[in-house]
């Protein structure tokens, strides 16, 4: 049976239904409609006003890509001016392939270019180092705990460097929705209720940040990369290991099977969650060594650092944080591996959860699981004050 | 009763992996039985061009959750998913969206 005409020109032959209105639509209108909705997505939000000096997070996969293809149409109209900031981990065979594609996408775009690199701004600490020291410890996936977390700081100086003053990412709507369930599923109430709204002010002197994709699926995505032929890199991060992330998205893809809206209705549910007011978090202070936000003495990127430079490097991770604050104390007993989630694992997770470029860092940091039914250690918290299991949140 | 078909069957997205990162396969399908639709095309696929770990691609009779499929660069869910009925030339482009972008 052949494909029905184009709701919107009706010359063409459909190449596709948006998930959420079921219309039909031909490839030409289909990108049209994407780009709207992003422009509208920003205008309704205020995110990006006239004038704004935009860092991209770039990693040459297909979200930023698409996210810069698509802020680059209409950057004229919104009066931007947009810099690619991409982050190297030091990733050998993976990074340096993904960051080819992002230097060709520069070039084709002609769009100015920064790299910030965890070897140059981390005192030597690349993923790879990383993953090393951490390697005994167990755990795996602990390495993406450090990768999110450093990747936001990473990206927060090349936004710096370029004179930014906003930072964008190519979180889309599954990223979200990811993120949703991985939230109730672990009870982490905090994160829940923060996860609504399409970016942050930017706290503590962080820059702003928002995910102008945020209301687009991610078959929506690949499809527009598909239609107006983008070139992206689609490799998973070597670090990707099995982490809990894999479940939701697992989960969610069934669901999408049955349900295609699913994915953009747990984003609109998520936003219109309210906490019960015992469940709200404090307000954060300032971090002793960078001054950056923190909801405890040292914030993340400092006591991850910290950790890896005393040869302790789950310091920091797992419930408590106990070792930060009392100088030799081990980590705890039942310290839930809980690496955080950091990337989350099978593909490219080193990718989805760190704010940074999109690719690299999609989700917010997963941060620590702790143990459930970990009576001992106190709850840790993000550097947004956010309280749980967790090491890091994803605020931006 | 079904002719020999001409089509070509692309991979992309990251899915090319599993077909030793050829993206792009000029296959004859032999004439049989039962006519050529996607599902018996991706038993096919499994049999004779699938590398590696066919669990990334397959899934029971239809794909991975997450792999998209284009027929004629049209979503197959508007053209009837593993039912639809292959042509003489058509290209199916198979997607992987799984991975970190």
Redesign the interface.
């Known amino acids: 049976?052949?494909?029905?005409p184009c709701a919107s020109c009706g010359k063409a032959?459909?190449?596709?239904?948006r998930p959420r209105s079921g219309q039909?639509l031909c490839?030409a209108c289909f990108c049209t409609a994407f780009e709207a909705e992003v422009l509208r997505t920003v205008l309704a939000g205020r995110l990006l006003p006239p004038g704004a000096v935009v860092a991209v997070g770039a990693?040459g996969?297909?979200?930023?890509?698409?996210l810069a293809h698509v802020l680059r149409a209409l950057a004229p109209r919104l009066g931007l001016t947009l810099h690619l900031v991409a982050v190297d981990e030091g990733i050998g065979g993976y990074r340096d392939a993904a960051l080819a594609s992002v230097r060709r996408q520069a070039a084709r775009w002609e769009l100015p270019l920064t790299i910030v690199a965890y070897a140059d701004l981390f005192g030597g600490w690349t993923m790879d180092a990383v993953a090393r020291s951490t390697a005994g410890s167990g755990r795996s996936r602990s390495c993406c705990t450090f990768c999110g977390v450093l990747r936001r700081r990473a990206l927060e100086e090349g936004a710096r460097r370029v004179g930014a003053t906003h930072i964008v990412t190519?979180h889309?709507a599954d990223d979200m929705a990811e993120t949703v369930l991985m939230n109730f599923l672990r009870g982490d109430a905090a994160r829940l209720a923060r996860g609504g709204g399409l970016g942050s002010r930017g706290e503590g002197g962080a820059l702003p940040r928002c995910r102008p994709l945020q209301l687009a699926s991610?078959?929506e995505?690949?499809?527009y990369a598909?239609?107006r032929r983008l070139d992206?890199f689609?490799?998973?991060?070597v670090y990707?290991p099995e982490a809990f992330r894999g479940h939701a998205?697992?989960l969610l893809?069934?669901l999408?099977?049955a349900r295609p809206s699913v994915v953009l209705d747990l984003v609109h549910s998520a936003e219109r969650l309210a906490l019960a007011p015992a469940a709200r978090p404090p307000r954060p202070g300032a971090c002793s060594r960078c001054g950056a936000l923190a909801s405890r003495a040292l914030c993340q990127a400092c006591a991850l650092l910290d950790g890896l430079n005393r040869g302790r490097p789950r310091l920091a991770i797992g419930k408590g944080r106990r070792g930060l604050d009392e100088e030799g104390a081990q980590g705890a007993p039942g310290d839930a591996e809980g690496g955080v989630e950091g990337?989350q694992g099978?593909?490219?997770?080193?990718?989805?959860d760190v704010e940074g470029a999109?690719?690299?860092t999609?989700g917010g940091v997963e941060g620590a699981q702790g143990a459930p039914g970990d009576a001992e250690g106190a709850p840790s918290s993000c550097d947004c004050g956010a309280s749980g299991v967790r090491a890091a949140c994803d605020c931006e | 009763m079904a002719a020999p078909l001409s089509v070509e069957v692309e991979f992309g997205g990251g899915a090319e992996l599993l077909f030793d990162g050829v993206k792009k396969h000029q296959v004859t399908l032999p004439g049989q039985e039962e006519p050529w639709d996607i599902r018996n095309l991706l038993v096919w696929i499994k049999k004779n061009l699938l590398k590696e770990r066919p669990e990334l691609f397959i899934q029971g009779d239809s794909v991975r959750p997450g792999i998209l499929v284009l027929v004629n660069d049209a979503d197959w869910e508007l053209l009837g998913e593993l039912d639809y009925q292959l042509q003489d030339q058509d290209n199916i482009l198979f997607i992987s969206t799984l991975h970190g972008g």
């Open positions: 049976m052949p494909a029905p032959r459909a190449a596709l239904r039909a490839g990693s996969g297909k979200d930023s890509t698409v190519g889309n991610q078959k995505v690949v499809l598909h239609f992206y689609s490799e998973e991060c990707a998205r697992d893809k069934r999408e099977a990337a099978a593909s490219g997770d080193a990718e989805r999109q690719g690299d999609e």
